[in-house]
């Protein structure tokens, strides 16, 4: 058996997004991601997290990666290379345990978007060419670098990054005749261990592709990156996931169930001195659900709340609402609900933001949580909208509802 270890690289000092290696990324630590894809490959054998930093190390060991060493300082610098991290692996691990992989696959946390069978499908293509030092991850480039130039200052001329034979000007030329240019990702590096050792390189020589469908291109610098992967990870693309994989929106959708506070309203509450309370909602919510029911689609709200500004929202919205649950019985009433409506639960779907939610997940055919739901309900959602309860969430469910329709009708 081929031995081969996925090796993660996590240091613990970045600026860019501090502590971004065990942030919360789409309800996991960002590293939990990279954890995930070699732990779910059928080659690997091994996974090992390299870190200088306590926290990430326990992080790591909770989402079943191994530390066995700490990283030294001198090579979690700001330009530390990838190389000498990885050699101070291969070292240690020789001398203390006498382990020789054949192999060793490195995989970026700050490329955490990757299709199933990745690093199974880079592992294959090195073990199938025998001249091959490395397999990189590839996607066609964005920008074509035949039409890019060397920059040496406003007072001096351009002059073109590359030149391609046989044709004078490139550009100048149409894309459709320039070669066909590719860019590497972080996503995934698969290197056999005499290219680090012998030739002192993580890529050598021979260089082999794995061509990467370009929905999964991603390397996440800023706190705008963050925010937009999110997404790509709530759309539904089809990714190694640290927990259940999300399911997609129902092809069928007969009611829409919301929670209350949290979701319709952003779950501040004001209180007079005589004690009563005033909740804030957003209008917007409304706009769409005349439009749902039309196409045969119920909306209706669910909550926890006794208060009888639950029932007093709903008749502004125009939709029926069951209020006054128990905190523990929301997953049996909803239950309750669709029996009597003789709606079927794949049918449904449920938004929430809270704990007390999660039984209403479980039920529904697809649930649905706010931004600023809590961690927990974000982990457990098939997608996560970009609004924030009280903020138009409902109103963005209602759209994408909606547009998943027109398509269907187009």
């Known amino acids: ?82 190389l000498p991290v990885f050699e101070h692996a291969l070292k240690w691990l020789e001398e203390i345990e006498g382990y020789h992989p054949e192999i060793v696959v490195q995989l970026r946390p700050t490329s955490p978007i990757r299709p199933k069978n990745m690093v199974d499908d880079a592992v294959h293509i090195l073990l199938n060419h025998e001249d091959a030092d490395c397999v990189r991850g590839v996607v066609p480039a964005g920008q074509n670098p035949f039409k890019m ?16 034979p046989g044709i004078a000007e490139p550009y100048n030329a149409p894309r459709q005749i320039l070669p066909a240019v590719h860019w590497q990702t972080g996503h995934i590096d698969a290197i056999r261990i005499a290219t680090i050792v012998n030739k002192k390189s993580l890529t050598g020589n021979v260089i082999y592709p794995l061509a990467v469908d370009p929905r999964y291109t ?5 706190l705008t990156d963050w925010a937009k992967y999110e997404q790509v990870i709530y759309s539904g693309l089809n990714v190694v996931s640290p927990g259940r994989s999300r399911r997609q929106m129902p092809e069928t959708i007969k009611m829409i169930v919301c929670d209350f506070d949290g979701v319709v309203t952003d779950n501040l509450v004001l209180t007079d001195e005589n004690g009563k309370e005033t909740v804030s909602a957003s209008r917007s ?95 457990a959602a098939d ?22 329709l027109s398509q269907k009708e187009n």
């Not at 406003?154 to 990054?161: G, I, N, S, Y």
């Not at 997608?383 to 998943?404: D, M, P, S, Y």
């Open 1 to 82: 058996m081929t031995e081969i270890l996925a090796l993660i690289p996590a240091r613990g000092g970045s600026k860019g997004i501090p502590r971004k290696n065990i942030r919360s990324f789409a309800g996991y630590p960002l590293i939990a991601w990279s954890i995930a894809a070699a732990k779910q490959s059928r080659l690997v054998t091994r996974v090992i997290v390299s870190t200088d930093d306590e926290e990430i190390a326990e992080v790591a060991r909770e989402w079943g990666a191994e530390t066995p060493f700490f990283r030294p300082a001198e090579l979690a610098q700001d330009k530390t290379t990838d």
């Open 149 to 164: 130039w060397r920059f040496d200052g406003e007072e001096k001329p351009l002059k073109p990054l590359l030149e391609v």
């Open 218 to 222: 991603v390397d996440i610098d800023t």
């Open 285 to 379: 919510d409304s706009m769409h659900i005349k439009t749902l029911r039309e196409k045969g689609i119920e909306v209706m709200i669910l909550s926890s709340e006794p208060n009888p500004v639950v029932k007093a929202r709903a008749k502004k919205m125009g939709v029926e609402a069951i209020h006054g649950v128990g905190l523990k019985d929301k997953g049996r009433v909803m239950r309750e609900l669709l029996e009597q409506k003789k709606i079927a639960a794949e049918n449904v779907i449920y938004i929430g933001n809270d704990l007390n939610d999660l039984p209403c997940f479980e039920v529904a055919g697809w649930s649905v949580a706010v931004a600023d739901a809590y961690p927990e309900v974000i982990r």
């Open 383 to 404: 997608h996560v909208l970009a609004k924030t309860g009280g903020h138009g969430a409902v109103r963005e469910l209602c759209e994408l509802v909606l547009k998943q």
